[in-house]
């Protein structure tokens, strides 16, 4: 009997050492390492923060000196949206890391689920230089149990619990006996009884501590950010098919209003599966506030995954995220002069290095090592058709724009020459930052340069299979390249 109660809770035991996961989230989707690329003052930094997964959590902060150049001092300080400058912490002083004399890194708490800028100031011999790095700060997921702990913890449950019957099975049938003394058959089975209500009484404790367990853990996982439901479906507009996406989601009404990104309120992004071999970037325009629609380009046929890159006014940036079947007969002429599309091989049959361009030119990628969790410097050299290096136009307000997924649709990435950060919430807390001290920051583009190369600073997260599409404007038009990746371990660290 009371190994028949232990086998009826082993369940909740093995429940209490639950293992638990969550899905992907948040603006770049699997991806939420920052990297931005740009100027602190006359100093040309990289900034890389890594968000912490839970809230309130420890961010990383690495800011490295592009030039080499050793500086005095590094300060970081996060600034949540809400509390403006004013009501943010004091900033906490990086430190150089040992060995890399240009490197400063630092640790950030961030106390709540919500949009931030982190803050780096400079002191050097060319002056004070300040840099804004817009992070979203979101519970990304319940922390996993590690299995060799759970299995401890069930072990020690268990152990514990038999302990506890058998302590008081012995207390009431030996407890009063002289050493030696026998005990009698009345006391054998009280002992018995005991036992077993003993047994039912730790048993029910152990079904409140399992109530009071889910309910903290349904708490937690209700709290993990997900974005704004959505439907895509394909619709009619003035005779040709377009595709019209629905924000359906109750929070819709207590956020802040979506603003424009590169001149934009939506960059939909469409990628069909399961060869990624046709991807557009689309520009649908607001109906009303919950509803988007874009004319479809002429696009091959199939399922499409569609996310929709949207950022609001509190600087909080987000990818909507769904599926939508694009029937054959699309295709127009683009209802936004920056809409592009581009179909190519399947994942693994694009040429690896050389993708050509439809201006009889070619884009080529100077590739690097690649391994999932290592900072890499995605490198493009864009040739015209005679073969020399073209000249770039910047668009929406962009010298180029990357976009990265993975074969699962787990990861998707937006990204430029100055890394993940989006822009418009870098503006946002820029105006902020005036508003409140007075101060004007710069608000860099990254890179602009003329011969040709362009590349951006990435970190894939994790190993497979990544198709990337650059996106470039000569001669007025926008031009895709679309490159295969593999990605390694980092060896042994994995994902
Ligand atoms: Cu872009």
Known sequence: MRMGAMKRFLPILLLLALVLTAGPARAHVGSPNVFFDGDAGPYPVRVIVRPPVVIPGLAEVTVRFRDGRKVDGVTVQPVQYKAGFKGAPPPDAATPVPGAPDTWSAQLWLMRGSSYTVRVAVRGPAGPGEALVPVTAVPMKVLKMDKGLGAVLVFLG??????????????????????????????????????????????????????????????????????FQVQASVVPVDGRPALDLRIQDERRADWSPLMPDHGKLMHLFLIREPGLDAFAHLHPVMKDPDDFQVALPSLPAGTYRVYADVIHESGFPQTLVD????????????????????????????????????????????????????????????????????????YMGML????????????????????????????????????????????????????????????????????????????????????????????????
């Not at 152990?159 to 006391?187: K, M």
């Not at 002992?191 to 501590?209: D, K």
């Open 158 to 227: 268990l152990f514990l619990f038999v302990g506890a019957v058998s302590i008081v099975g012995s207390a009431v049938r030996e407890s009063v006996l002289t050493p030696g003394e026998e005990a009698d058959r009345q006391r054998r089975n009280r002992a018995r009884v005991l036992s077993i209500a003993a047994a039912a009484l730790f048993a029910l404790a152990l079904w409140g501590g399992r109530n009071w367990w889910n309910s903290v853990d349904g708490e937690a996982r209700q709290g993990i950010f997900k974005p």
């Open 323 to 394: 599926t939508v079947k694009i029937p054959e007969g699309t295709g127009g002429p683009p209802q936004d002069p920056d809409d592009s599309w581009r179909a190519s091989a399947p994942l693994g049959r694009a040429n690896p290095d050389v993708s050509p361009l439809e201006d009889g030119g070619s884009m080529v990628w100077k590739r690097g090592p690649l391994a999932a969790g290592r900072e890499a410097e995605l490198r493009f050299e864009v040739r015209g058709a005679d073969g020399r290096p073209a000249s770039l136009e910047p």
């Open 400 to 495: 180029s724009h990357a976009v990265i997924s993975k074969d699962d649709g787990q990861v998707f990435v937006h990204l430029h020459p100055m890394g993940t950060v989006s822009m418009a919430a870098q503006q946002a807390f820029a105006k902020l930052e005036k508003r409140e001290e007075g101060k004007a920051v710069a608000v860099t583009m990254g890179q602009m340069n003329t011969d040709g190369t362009i590349s951006f600073p990435y970190e894939f997260p994790r190993p497979g299979r990544y198709r990337l599409w650059v996106q470039v404007k000569t001669g007025g038009k926008v031009r895709t390249g679309v490159f295969d990746a593999e990605v390694g371990n980092k060896g042994g660290a994995g994902p």
